[in-house]
């Protein structure tokens, strides 16, 4: 089974364009999640989308936006790009998603490499 | 507090010892347990998840949880260079919120 894929892997930026990253997440798993991963702050969790609706939000500011097709694919939106925005984006999908135990172990894609300038 | 603690480490260990690596919850809800293994420059890998008390085994990875005393463990026999990562625990609450430490890193020396 295919593991969860992340286009484009890495992209360069400069403050106030926005950006468009891609998640197809494994065969049959229902929920993506989204996760901005940097060296001083760790895994944080932007959001959570399960059958098309968001179902969790993390604590960033409206900038930062996502979606989800029927085909359980995801998109996340950065619009008006800054310094701090420079990350490792992070998409996970799952069975279930939270609060369904066992059927939310999280499977990571590669990741998109997101430099600003 | 955290929801989630780890010790950040450096944990540095010899080729074929022990490495233990400790994580603390706050939530006593908290019912789902996992632990990720990330090599430098490449995303989490989910190697072990535990959901009861006591000690579930993989392998070469033990995964202990004690619900009591709110701390999961994951006990790794016979260390290699190879299980040189940053190691992430992470836990779904009771209200079914995820969350990650910041994790420990382990190096494993030849």
């Known amino acids: 089974k295919a593991g969860v894929t992340q286009t484009p892997r890495y992209l360069i930026k400069t403050r106030g364009q926005q950006v468009t990253l891609s998640c197809s997440p494994i065969?049959?798993?229902?929920?993506v999640s989204w996760y901005q991963q940097t060296p001083g702050q760790g895994l944080q969790f932007l959001f959570e989308?399960?059958?098309?609706?968001?179902?969790n939000k993390g604590n960033f500011p409206g900038r930062f936006s996502g979606r989800q097709f029927s085909n359980s694919r995801s998109e996340m939106n950065v619009s008006t790009l800054e310094l701090g925005d420079s990350a490792l984006y992070l998409c996970a999908s799952s069975l279930e998603g939270r609060g369904r135990g066992r059927y939310n172990e999280q499977f990571f894609g590669p990741g998109t490499r997101l430099t600003v300038l | 507090q955290k929801e989630v603690e780890q010790n950040s480490g450096p944990l540095s260990v010899p080729e074929g010892a022990i490495a233990s690596l400790n994580c603390t919850y706050s939530?006593?809800?908290?019912?789902?347990f996992f632990w990720y293994r990330q090599y430098s420059g490449k995303s989490p890998e989910l190697i072990m998840s535990i959901y009861s008390n006591g000690d579930k085994e993989d392998g070469r990875f033990t995964a202990q949880l004690n619900k009591a005393s709110q701390y999961v463990s994951l006990l790794i026999r016979d260390s290699q260079p190879s299980d040189s990562a940053t190691y992430l625990c992470a836990l779904e609450t009771g209200a079914n919120n995820l969350f990650f430490g910041t994790g420990t890193r382990l190096t494993v020396i030849p």
């Open positions: 989308y399960f059958s098309e609706t968001q179902r």
């Open positions: 065969s049959g798993h229902r929920s």
């Open positions: 939530d006593r809800g908290s019912q789902s």
